[in-house]
C-alpha cells in the first residue's frame, strides 16, 4: 500500500511537507519528553521541590550550625550532594515504575514502539537530572557557605572530588531507574532501593565471613566518600564492583522487563 | 489500510484469539463488534504492536505497526481511555504525545476543544475526570498526529448519548476525508449507525463480516401488534411463519414484510408497526452469532456492561 492512497487533508492542520511525520523521533526528543514527566505529574514536582527544599535545608543548618571551621564549601557541599544522593533514585524509580502503575506505557509504547528507545531516553534523562542537581547542590552548598565563612579556605574546592561527586549523583540516580524497571511497581521498588542495601550491609556486618564481600559489595561502604575525598585505584576497583551488583544486575533484569513485559 | 491476516494469540493454552482475518480500506468505518472477552482488545493490541501474536501477523499502511518510523504521525490509538497518568493536567498529556512525535503542541487547545473538553478541564488533573472526559481527551490524543489510520478500543465507552453522536459524526468526517477507521463496541447500536463494514467476533473468531445489508439479508421482518399480542403469535402459527419474540416487544418473522402482513390481515389483527427487521434483526443477528462463545454474557443488551479493569 501505497503512502499517497491514504492521505487526507485535515482542516484544522493543512497536511504541509512535515518532515517530521516521516522520521523518527531522535533521542534527544525523547530524552526532552522523559524530563518533562520528571515534572509534569503532581507526585512528580513535589518530589523535585522536597529535593531542592531539603537540600537547601541541609545547606543552611550546616553553614549556621555546624562547627565554624566546617563552614566551608568542600564540607557543605559533602552534605548536599549525600541529600541529593538519597533522593534521586526515587525519582529515577518513579520514572519507570508509574509507565506501569500509571499504564501510561500503554501510550508510550504505541508512540514509540521500539521500547530500547524509551529506556535509552530514560536513562538519558536520568542523566541529564543528575547533572542538574549537581548542579543546584553546589549552589546550594555556596549559599549555605556565604551565611558565615569559615576563616580559612572556605571557598576551596577539589576539581577531582567535584567529579567524582557528579559521577556518584549520576549512578545513585540510574541505580534507581534500573531497580525501577526490575520490580516495576512503585512502592516496591522504593522500598527496596533502601532496605536492600541496608539489609545487604547489615548482613555482611554480622555473618563471619562475609565481611570481605562487604568490603567490595556494600553501596554504604565504598560509594559515599566518593564526595570527600579522591579515591585510590583500590577504591576505584571496589566502587566498580559494588555498581556490578547494584547497577549492571538489576538494569540488566529491568532491561529485559521493560522491554518484553506484556502492556495492559 | 488495516490489514489482518490470520492473527492468532494464546493464553494460557487457551486460543483468546484465532485466526482473526479482515481488512479496513481507506475511506471506511470498521466496526468491530463482539461481546467483552471476545477477543476484541487483542486483536487491538497486535494490531497496535503491544502483543506478539502466535500466529498470523497484521499491516499498518502496508506494513507492521512497529516498522513505522513515526507512528504517531500516521495512526491515532486509543485502547483504553482509563490508561493516562491521574496526576498530570490533560493539555500536558496531549502536549507529551505532541512532544514525542514532533507534533505541533501549539495544536493541544485547539483539539481539546474540537473534544469538546473546555479550558477548565483542560487544566484539571485527569484523575479528576470522568469516564467519558477520559474518552476524549484519548480521542483528542488518537487525533493529535492528524493520523491517516485511528484505532479506537470501546471509544463510547462511557459517553452520554450527546457524545456518542459527537463522535460518530466526527468518525464519519474522518473517514470521509479518506482516513481508515476501525473501532470497537460491545454494543450493536454504538457502530451500526456509522459503520460502513461490521466484523463480529465471539469467541476468537470472526463470526460474520460485510456491510449491514449484507448482514441483514435474509434477517426476517419486524411486526408488532398495536395491542393484541398473542392473537398475532397465532396469526403467524396458522399462517406457517415462524415467529420469534423480540425483547423489546413484537415478533421477527422469517418471512418478507408482505407475507406477514396478510397474514396479520388473515387474523384480523391490527399492526402498529411491519418492515424489514433491520437494527432488531442486526441484534439478534449479533447475538445468535456470538452466543456461542463460552463466556458470552447472557443476550440482555441493557445489562451488557464493560468490566471494569
Redesign the interface.
Known amino acids: ?3 499517497a ?6 482542516p ?2 493543512p ?1 504541509s511537507a ?1 518532515a ?6 531522535s533521542l534527544a ?2 530524552t ?2 522523559e524530563l ?2 520528571m515534572y ?5 514536582f513535589w518530589l523535585l521541590l522536597i529535593c531542592v527544599l531539603l537540600t537547601l535545608l541541609v545547606a543552611v543548618l550546616s553553614g549556621l550550625f555546624d562547627d565554624t571551621d566546617k563552614h566551608t564549601l568542600s564540607s557543605i557541599f559533602n552534605g548536599t550532594s549525600q541529600v541529593v544522593t538519597l533522593l534521586l533514585p526515587i525519582v529515577g524509580i518513579l520514572l519507570v515504575t ?1 509507565e506501569w502503575s ?3 506505557a ?9 521500547r530500547g528507545r524509551v529506556l535509552a531516553a530514560k536513562v538519558s534523562a536520568s542523566v541529564v537530572l543528575a547533572l542538574v542537581a549537581f548542579a543546584v547542590a553546589l549552589v546550594l552548598a555556596a549559599v549555605g557557605t556565604a551565611l558565615d565563612p569559615a576563616s580559612d579556605g572556605a571557598w576551596s574546592l577539589s576539581a577531582g572530588v567535584l567529579a567524582q561527586t557528579a559521577f556518584y549523583i549520576v549512578i545513585s540516580t540510574l541505580m534507581g531507574v534500573a531497580l525501577g524497571a526490575a520490580i516495576l511497581l512503585s512502592a516496591p521498588a522504593i522500598v527496596a532501593s533502601f532496605v536492600l542495601p541496608i539489609g545487604f550491609s547489615v548482613a555482611t556486618n554480622l555473618i563471619p565471613g562475609l565481611d570481605g564481600a562487604a568490603r567490595w559489595l556494600d553501596s554504604g561502604t565504598t560509594l559515599p566518600d566518593l564526595t570527600d575525598h579522591i579515591y585510590s585505584a583500590h577504591a576505584w576497583a571496589r566502587v566498580a564492583t559494588t555498581l556490578l551488583l547494584w547497577l549492571a544486575l538489576p538494569m540488566a533484569i529491568g532491561a529485559w522487563r521493560f522491554l518484553r513485559g ?3 | 489500510m488495516i490489514e489482518s491476516h490470520g492473527l492468532t494469540k494464546r493464553l494460557g493454552g487457551r486460543a483468546v484469539v484465532s485466526d482473526v482475518t479482515f481488512a479496513c480500506a481507506p475511506g471506511t468505518v470498521t466496526g468491530f463488534l463482539g461481546p467483552n472477552g471476545a477477543g476484541k482488545t487483542t486483536t487491538m493490541r497486535m494490531l497496535c504492536g503491544l502483543s506478539d501474536p502466535d500466529a498470523g501477523h497484521a499491516e499498518i499502511l502496508g506494513g507492521p505497526y512497529r516498522a513505522l518510523p513515526n507512528p504517531g504521525r500516521r495512526v491515532g490509538i486509543l485502547l483504553d481511555a482509563s490508561a493516562q497518568h491521574g496526576g498530570r493536567r490533560g493539555q500536558e498529556t496531549l502536549t507529551l504525545s505532541a512532544l514525542t512525535m514532533g507534533a505541533d503542541p501549539k495544536r493541544v487547545p485547539e483539539l481539546l476543544d474540537r473534544v469538546g473538553l473546555e479550558k477548565r478541564a483542560a487544566r484539571q488533573r485527569v484523575k479528576a475526570y470522568s469516564l467519558g472526559m477520559r474518552q476524549r481527551l484519548g480521542i483528542a490524543n488518537a487525533l493529535i498526529g492528524d493520523p491517516e489510520v485511528l484505532i479506537l478500543d470501546e471509544p463510547a465507552n462511557g459517553l452520554d448519548p450527546e457524545g456518542m453522536r459527537w463522535m460518530r459524526g466526527l468518525l464519519r468526517d474522518f473517514a470521509d476525508r479518506g482516513g481508515t477507521v476501525l473501532l470497537s463496541s460491545h454494543l450493536l447500536h454504538e457502530v451500526e449507525a456509522v459503520a460502513d463494514q461490521l466484523l463480529i467476533i465471539g469467541g476468537g473468531k470472526i463470526v460474520a463480516a460485510g456491510t449491514r445489508e449484507e448482514l441483514l439479508a435474509g434477517a426476517g421482518t419486524l411486526v408488532r401488534a398495536a395491542d393484541d399480542a398473542p392473537a398475532l403469535a397465532s396469526a403467524m402459527a396458522s399462517a406457517g411463519l415462524t415467529a420469534r419474540a423480540h425483547p423489546e416487544g413484537g415478533f421477527i418473522v422469517e418471512a418478507e414484510p408482505e407475507e406477514v402482513g396478510r397474514a396479520a390481515l388473515a387474523g384480523g389483527v391490527a399492526l402498529s408497526r411491519l418492515g424489514p427487521s433491520e437494527s432488531a434483526g442486526l441484534e439478534q443477528l449479533f447475538f445468535d452469532l456470538t452466543s456461542g462463545a463460552p463466556d458470552a454474557p447472557t443476550p440482555a443488551p441493557a445489562d451488557l456492561q464493560e468490566t471494569v479493569r
Open positions: 500500500m501505497s503512502t492512497t491514504a492521505r487526507f487533508d485535515d484544522l492542520s497536511r512535515d517530521a511525520r516521516e522520521h523518527r523521533p526528543t525523547l526532552r519528553v518533562r514527566k509534569d505529574t503532581r507526585a512528580g508509574s500509571q499504564r501510561t500503554q501510550v508510550t509504547f504505541t508512540l514509540v514502539p521500539r506484556e502492556i495492559r
